[in-house]
């Protein structure tokens, strides 16, 4: 469906509810030009797993032990 601006600034939230429900897309006009468009959102959740995928970098390995001494915790064991 298309509607010129001064009828989408008129109409406006009429017609967002009408997006929400049709689940149809409203291209908004300026003088007979597309210039925006008014889109149900997708209310589909991301999942939970693999949201991280793909943003940690391994460098080299990871569980091998460090060359260095450990201090920190050396001397307040009791």
Wanted: net charge negative; glycine share 8%; proline share 8%.
């Amino acid at each position: 469906m298309e509607i010129p601006a001064g009828l989408f600034k008129a109409r406006c939230l009429k017609l967002m509810d009408e997006v929400e429900s049709k689940r149809e897309e409203i291209v908004i006009t300026k003088r007979g030009k597309p210039v925006a468009k008014l889109v149900p959102v997708d209310e589909k959740p991301s999942p939970v797993f693999g949201r991280m995928k793909g943003t940690v970098i391994e460098h080299g390995d990871i569980v091998a032990p460090l060359d260095e001494e450990w201090t920190a915790d050396a001397g307040n064991i009791r």
